[in-house]
């Protein structure tokens, strides 16, 4: 009887690793077109071993803009965005978290932030990066500028955060209801802006190609990316000159 129990558990347990490495396949993929993004006039971009991406302007302006991609995302999946940003001044970091999770990044990514000689930081999180940049701003305390989150659950109440926040979310996001969206808004700054994008849904944040339990967007890709990307630019700008 014993016997059979522990090969009933053994047998759970392959079936758990077994999913658990297909999701990892599957979720998070980079989109083919975003390899485009990694070459362009206004910049250059150092890919990591890691995955960790670094996009230079060939005018920088001292601003610099720190990344965190969502939870089983690569880096890559965010070049679209890297890229908007870096023709625009800004030196973009995307920092890979161990086991693609960004929280694992919040330490070393502070550490780093000051060896880009950037005088003024922007922090840009999606889903569990959104988290990512909150807890490296109250760990660590990094000179940042404004805050743009997409698509971000709140795990922790970040109420006391004295810096510029916008929240875009889109109301096709099936990781992230409508309820969820509203529990978050009670857990940021009452000075944080939050604003809905119809159509919206959460995978097309970002650059890959599945996303297990969310629902298609009526958008697409390209115009999703474009609408966030103006929008979060938009909110930096107004931020900084306040």
Known sequence: MLKRIILAALGLVAVAALALAAWYQIDGQPRPEAAAFLVGPGYRVVEEADGTLVFRPDSPDGRGLLIFHGALIKPRAYAGTAAFFARRGYLVYIPAGPA????????????????????????LGH??????????????????????????A??????????????LWGDRDGLMPRERFEEAQKKLPSGAKFEEIPGANHQDFALYTHQFLDQPG?????????????????????????
């Open 100 to 123: 693609r999770l960004s929280i694992r990044a919040v330490d070393m990514a502070a550490a780093r932030l000051p060896s880009f000689g950037v005088r003024q930081w922007f922090l």
């Open 127 to 152: 889903s569990m990066g959104g988290f990512a940049s909150l807890d490296l701003i109250r760990r660590h305390q990094p000179p940042v500028a404004a805050v743009g989150l997409w698509a971000t």
């Open 154 to 167: 709140m795990p922790a109440d970040f109420s006391d955060l004295r810096v510029p926040m916008l929240m």
């Open 218 to 242: 009526s958008l697409g890709w390209a115009a999703q990316i474009d609408l966030a990307n103006a929008k979060t630019a938009t909110f930096f700008a107004d931020s900084s000159r306040e």
